[in-house]
């Protein structure tokens, strides 16, 4: 199985910082990498798909990019509105074997 | 605007299986593009994968899981359902539904329904 190593776990910044998360996989997956927001007591969101495809609606603020086995997610200003953890999640195999990164908890300091 | 919701009982006892379902509002489960999904979180944990089901039936589910799962659709009523046997305390997670675009993005999820195992 592929997996997905993410880091930092948590991480505190300031409004209007820019906050950047990687992940590593432990194999080649191209640029099969999706990134979620998960608050609590709501439905999660897809924010960007294809490793750098931001999803239709997601503010321009959020981007990914990286290919193969080394990915960054970036929100450029950060906002009070963003306080989530967020997960990376690779579809490298087939059949699918979908597995996320362990997820990065994002505060405002 | 498309809506799913997860529903089914809080508090399963050990050993005995797990039931949720997923009724889709808003579009349509007989898509040929959607697939759908069954995701889950432990208290504390990173996020799960447990399986993907088409409108027709064709299904992939977690190797890890799979001895112990079924997943099944209802396009007369609009639902997916989750079926987890033999289950543990190591089952207790919030559990969410989820549409796929294709096989491999979850583009629309629902809120998800918290499951408990205990006697």
């Known amino acids: 199985d592929i997996q997905m190593a993410q880091s930092p776990s948590s991480l505190s910044a300031s409004v209007g910082d820019r906050v950047t998360i990687t992940c590593q996989a432990s194999q080649d997956i191209n640029d099969y990498l999706n990134w979620y927001q998960l608050k609590p007591g709501k439905a999660p969101k897809l924010l960007i798909y294809d490793a750098n495809h931001l999803k239709t609606g997601v503010p321009s603020r959020f981007s990914g990019s990286g290919s193969g086995t080394h990915f960054t997610f970036t929100i450029s200003s950060l906002q009070p509105e963003d306080i989530a953890t967020y997960y990376c999640q690779q579809y490298g195999d087939l059949p699918p074997r979908l597995t996320f990164g362990g997820g990065t908890k994002v505060e405002i300091k | 605007q498309l809506h799913l919701q997860e529903s089914g009982p809080g508090l399963v006892k050990p050993s005995e299986t797990l039931s949720l379902t997923c009724t889709v509002s808003?579009?349509?489960?007989?898509?040929?593009?959607?697939?759908w999904g069954w995701i889950r979180q432990p208290p504390g944990k990173g996020l799960e994968w447990i399986g993907t089901i088409f409108y027709t039936g064709t299904s992939y589910y977690n190797p890890s899981l799979k001895s112990r799962v079924a997943m099944s659709v209802d396009t007369s009523t609009k639902q997916f359902s989750l079926n987890l046997s033999s289950v543990t305390a190591a089952d207790t997670a919030v559990y969410y539904c989820?549409?796929?675009?294709?096989?491999?993005?979850?583009?629309?999820w629902g809120q998800g329904t918290p499951v408990t195992v205990s006697s």
């Open positions: 808003g579009g349509s489960i007989r898509s040929g593009t959607y697939y």
């Open positions: 989820a549409r796929l675009d294709g096989l491999y993005v979850f583009d629309n």
